[in-house]
């Protein structure tokens, strides 16, 4: 009973966050729904998904981000090969770099590097499941960093453009 109302509540709070076109809506409101059972109930092992369903949960993820793999796709790696793996190690040198500084100064969460690595929202907090370092921690540090490019990008993108555009 306890894992049904864990994922109805799942459910209403993605369909709910989907609808309002929130950034990661889909995985913050399902985790907020299942929050909040959680913390209704105020025993935390009480709605501790079975391992075939966590299972199932990442085998469909994984599905979801393989399907849109495609040909063309495919074939334009070719040329962006170089920029994407020069693109890649900078930024996840930087990642780490800020990991890094949150160490030293005290303010490192769970899952500090997982937090600032770069990476989709439900994948990173896929893996910080997965691998049992705060998932909570590493899904609010994507989820900021979403809405923070979201919210900035238009505007960067506006002034870096060259004149007359």
């Known amino acids: 009973m306890q894992l049904a109302l864990t994922l109805a509540a799942a459910t209403v709070g993605a369909l709910a966050l989907q609808r309002l ?46 399907v849109g793999v495609t040909r063309s796709a495919v074939a334009s790696l070719r040329s962006l090969l170089l920029p994407a793996l020069l693109s890649a190690a900078l930024i996840v040198l930087a990642g780490l770099g800020v990991a890094f500084l949150l160490r ?3 303010l490192a969460p769970p899952g500090d590097v997982l937090a600032t690595s770069p990476g989709a929202l439900s994948v990173v907090s896929a893996l910080a499941v997965q691998e049992g370092v705060g998932a909570v921690e590493v899904a609010l540090f994507h989820l900021v960093r979403v809405i923070m490019v979201i919210v900035s990008l238009p505007g960067i993108i506006h002034l870096l453009s060259p004149p007359g555009r």
Request: net charge positive.
């Open 21 to 66: 076109n929130v950034p990661g809506g889909l995985i913050f409101g399902s985790m907020a729904g299942a929050a909040a059972v959680t913390l209704a109930r105020g025993d935390p092992g009480a709605a501790v998904l079975p391992g075939p369903v966590r299972t199932a949960a990442f085998v469909v993820l994984g599905a979801a981000i393989g």
């Open 104 to 106: 030293l100064t005290g």
